[in-house]
């Protein structure tokens, strides 16, 4: 059966509110009333005790005084004669009046219920000193009683009631207040459960457990979102390695044969300067590396990984891309240090990165554009930065520009910057970019220390 936490919370609570005020209220009324009536039984005892240890002759008018004082009526009844001798009640209504002796020396009985002339008291007996045949009575309405009972209890019942009346709409307020805080934080989660992240809950103004219990799940929201998009890169790279796998084997295979057969055709007809021919080689040379490059994704290197010194791949990437910078009339400008850069890794894998960072530069600045290849080494790793001065990515890719088959190129696959962010987290290093002062730059930062005993590339 479903059951909501605001009904979990409320009745049980309202219940108990409910219960505790009607018993306070209950046990002080009759607290009160028990104390009033104690007080009424302890004031008869005191006028009886007075009267009974009293030497002046009970009159009218000393019975006239104690009723105006006491609010009761007083008869001196003769239990010889069996008549009444002095009251403050009018004789018509003493009429037939009968009392029985049997308690008047008990100063420990209740009092007597007695109706005299159609109205009801409650009557204590007293025996007067000196006349052991008298007796003194003391008459107190009941309805006086009852009036009196009724101030007492009416207080705390209406306090009690004030309290439910109060407390009632309180506690609804709160657990409405927390049954749609919960709604709104089961809502959430289920959009969660259902695969979107992008939500993000206020906490509210208060920091209670709720609103730390929001942060806690906003937090996680974040995390399974990058989860998520690792998971899918990692999914793109893996069938990316598959795909490019095949198609690699069979271009190097091809890039091989036009290579054969370049060397056959220098050494038939001993033209080993044509520049036609050079050309060829470095157009074959640069597929190789590219090729090279793709073939990396997804693959472990069964070589152990060596001391590199970057300036060099660097030269050797800036040989195989000068043709092309010179056919688009592009200046290249290589500013490195003078001291070696030296890393430990895989130097097949490091020029393929380093190619198409260079290549995506050069297309990125077109025709008369400028690239630089500058480096900056410090005390713990060495970066390279790829500099060009073209309009930058557009804006919608900027997000996502290290993702598998994202280009702005409509002849592009997406693939270049994907080998090089590949080659730097192989390398236990990172690929970074930034827009800065007209310039797209890109950092590729590698430690000159790595271990390489658990993870090779």
Sequence with gaps: MKLPIRDQILWPLLGLLLVAVAANAIFSAWWLSTRHLGALDARQRQIIGVLEESS??????????LRRLTGDELIVWD?????????????????????????????DA????????????????????????????ILTLEDSIRKSSRDAIWPPLAVGLATILCSV?????LSSSWARRIRTLEGHVETIAQGDFGLELSRGPIDDEFSRLVQSINSMSRQLSTMREQLIQGERTRLVAQLTAGIGHQLR???????????????????????????????LALVEEEVQGLLSLGKRDSRPPSQIDLRQII??????????????????NVELEETPLIVVGFPDRLRAAFL??????????????????TSNSELEQCMLIFEDDGPGPPAELASKLFESFVTSKPEGIGLGLTVAVTVAQAHHGSL????????????????????????RC
């Design 110 to 137: 209740k009092p007597l219920r007695k109706t005299i002339g159609g109205t009801d008291y409650l009557v204590r007996a007293g025996q007067m000193r000196g006349s052991p045949s008298h007796r003194l009575l």
């Design 315 to 332: 030269d050797s990437v800036r040989d195989l891309v000068s043709l092309t910078c010179d056919h688009k009339d592009i200046e290249l």
């Design 169 to 173: 709409p309180l506690t609804l307020l």
């Design 56 to 65: 002046f002759p009970v009159s009218t008018n000393v019975l006239e005084k």
């Design 356 to 373: 198409n960072l260079t290549l995506n530069a050069i297309d990125a600045a077109g025709p008369g554009g400028n690239v630089w290849l």
């Design 79 to 107: 239990n010889t004669e069996r008549r009444v001798l002095v009251a403050t009640l009018p004789n018509e209504e003493l009429t037939g009046l009968e009392f029985n002796e049997d308690s008047a020396n008990d100063h």
């Design 253 to 283: 295979n091809g890039i091989a044969g036009a290579k054969l057969a370049i060397q056959l055709h220098e050494s038939r007809c001993q033209q080993g300067t044509d520049t036609s021919l050079i050309v060829a080689r470095n157009q």
């Design 432 to 455: 970074t970019w930034s827009r800065r002062l007209d310039r797209t730059r890109f950092e590729f930062t590698l430690p000159k220390s790595a271990s390489f005993e658990q993870d």
